[in-house]
């Protein structure tokens, strides 16, 4: 990650500030954001026999992180991301999926113990399809409430998505599953309404400061985000899935 004044255009250097290595990946955040929020987890990934791999593991059992499924590939790197983040805390992000892209359906089969004991299985799309899949299988046989966030955003078959049960895209990714225009709130909830249609219990659209729009079979509703400074937004759809996952597995209500 380099901090820099303002994000560079095609072509374009611009000298940066601070610079730092940090764990990360959409899943294990996700998980270290649920075990801060006070949940048992257990993760399932593939790291590389790498040192980002070490740190990823060590920084995992340091948030009390169960990682008896994590594999470790033997021909793969550890995934890496090349972050930027400007002054006012937008970022770009280009990704190397490394590992992530050789956890397979028998990784997500050998976790089942896990999976069928789970109040909340989260899942996001940094792995292969075919192993999303199975993940959604298992939980959908198991009557485990599913909980995918559809990032980095690609197009889904509606026979996956209708046994997803939350659905947590922001505008962007939104926009990708149902290729309409998001940019307004009255175009967000319209291709929200679009998913939600197809059989996704409940969709909840993250819109940055804007809030969250959610919908579900009783209509859409707008719920506002904190007013805070932001510094760095990177991670902040991870974090919300994440913590979410938290409150649907304590039984909490939705609002």
């Known amino acids: 990650m380099i901090r820099v004044p303002r994000l560079p255009r095609p072509g374009e250097t611009v000298t940066g500030g601070c610079f730092q290595i940090v764990p990360g990946g959409k ?15 257990t993760f399932v990934g593939n790291i590389g026999r790498d040192g980002f791999g070490d740190a990823m593991l060590r920084g995992l059992r340091r948030e009390q992180i169960d990682t008896r499924y994590v594999v470790r590939s033997r021909t793969a790197n550890s995934g890496v991301a090349f972050i930027s983040v400007d002054a006012h805390g937008e970022n770009t992000i280009g990704v190397a999926r490394g590992s992530n892209d050789e956890l397979l359906p028998e990784h997500i089969e050998a976790a089942l113990p896990a999976i069928r004991s789970a109040r909340c299985l989260l899942i996001q799309l940094e792995v292969p399809v075919a192993t999303v899949r199975r993940a959604i299988e298992l939980a959908a046989g198991h009557n485990v409430p599913l909980l995918l966030n559809p990032a980095p955003a690609r197009r889904l078959s509606s026979r996956w998505l209708r046994m997803v049960t939350f659905l947590t895209p922001n505008r962007n990714e939104l926009a990708v599953l149902t290729r309409r225009s998001t940019g307004t709130r009255r175009t967000a909830e319209a291709a929200a309404r679009r998913l939600q249609l197809v059989g996704i219990a409940h969709v909840l659209v993250t819109c940055g400061a804007n809030g969250v729009c959610w919908c579900s079979a009783s209509g859409c509703r707008w719920f506002p985000a904190p007013k805070v400074a932001a510094v760095d937004t990177v991670g902040a759809g991870d974090c919300f899935s994440g913590v979410f996952a938290v409150a649907i597995a304590e039984g909490k209500p939705i609002e």
């Not at 899943?27 to 006070?38: D, E, H, K, P, W």
Request: no cysteine; proline share 0%; hydrophobic share 60%.
């Open 27 to 41: 899943g294990a955040n996700q998980a270290v954001a649920a075990a801060r929020a006070g949940a048992r987890v």
